[in-house]
């Protein structure tokens, strides 16, 4: 009997994450958390110009005493000492030591960012980190030695698959695309299609990615009790098994 899989994808390990885990144990939700092993306690701000509304809005790192007039929110990461009890439970994927562009790495830069972070986040964590997503979506092709060298089973991209992917799974790991942000216009639209989709001959996949500051956009398409509404509507599914992606990955027997 083929099965359907739910799963979300965090990134940047967030202050905001400590309640979208609390929101994720109440309904029973797996997850999975791209980490950056070099940059834990960091403290940024994410921009939008709330004018252009939110979906269209690019997220822009700004000084918020330098630019009244952009909104922004906070990019606040967890401390290294506190990361382990917040995540506990939840899948832990790597995201480079420092959040880098791939794209623009030399060969030696790529590896090391890859291999060094999924060391660390393996050791502090105690679990396997098999997963891993492209800061800025960028460098999946040239990144493919370094990922394979680290022991990474799955690599997820920033980008949609579109609706020609259906909910399939990844015809390749190691560029996954996601299959919906959840800041998008068409969040529900796509989940109620996930929902009335029939699993018969295969198994069916949904990845849907966030970062925890967006929730603190308040806005109409990103704000805490829409995200609380997901998760509702995911998890009256009994069908729908809500897990992590390498959980997904592996029952589906792909890893
Ligand atoms: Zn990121």
């Not at 359907?4 to 997850?31: C, H, P």
């Not at 952009?70 to 420092?98: K, M, Q």
């Amino acid at each position: 009997m083929a099965k359907k899989y739910f799963t979300w994808s965090f990134d940047d390990g967030l202050e905001q994450d400590k309640r979208i885990v609390d929101v994720l144990r109440k309904n029973g939700m797996g997850a999975t958390f791209h980490l950056n092993s070099g940059l834990f306690g960091d403290k940024t701000y994410e921009g939008r110009i709330g004018n252009l509304g939110m979906t269209e809005a690019p997220a822009i790192r700004f000084d918020p005493r330098k630019h009244h007039l952009l909104r922004y929110v906070e990019h606040f990461r967890i401390p290294a000492n506190e990361v382990v009890d917040v995540y506990r439970g939840f899948e832990i994927a790597s995201h480079t030591v420092s959040h880098a562009n791939l794209a623009r790495c030399t060969e030696e830069e790529r590896t090391r960012e890859i291999a060094d972070d999924v060391r660390a986040l393996s050791s502090m964590f105690g679990q396997a980190v098999i997963g891993f997503a492209f800061p800025y979506g960028a460098g999946a092709k040239k990144s493919r030695p370094a990922l394979e060298a680290a022991g990474v089973r799955y690599a997820r991209l920033a980008t949609s698959a579109g609706g020609a992917a259906g909910f399939r799974f990844p015809r390749d790991p190691l560029a996954m695309p996601l299959t919906c942000w959840h800041i998008s216009k068409k969040t529900f639209a796509t989940l109620q299609a996930f929902f009335d989709a029939r699993a018969e001959d295969d198994d069916l996949f949904f990845l849907m990615f966030a970062h925890g500051y967006e929730f603190d956009f308040s806005t109409h398409h990103s704000n805490w009790t829409r995200f609380e509404r997901i998760c509702d509507a995911v998890a009256s599914h009994d069908d729908i098994e809500c897990c992590s992606i390498g959980e997904a990955l592996a029952r589906h027997g792909q890893i």
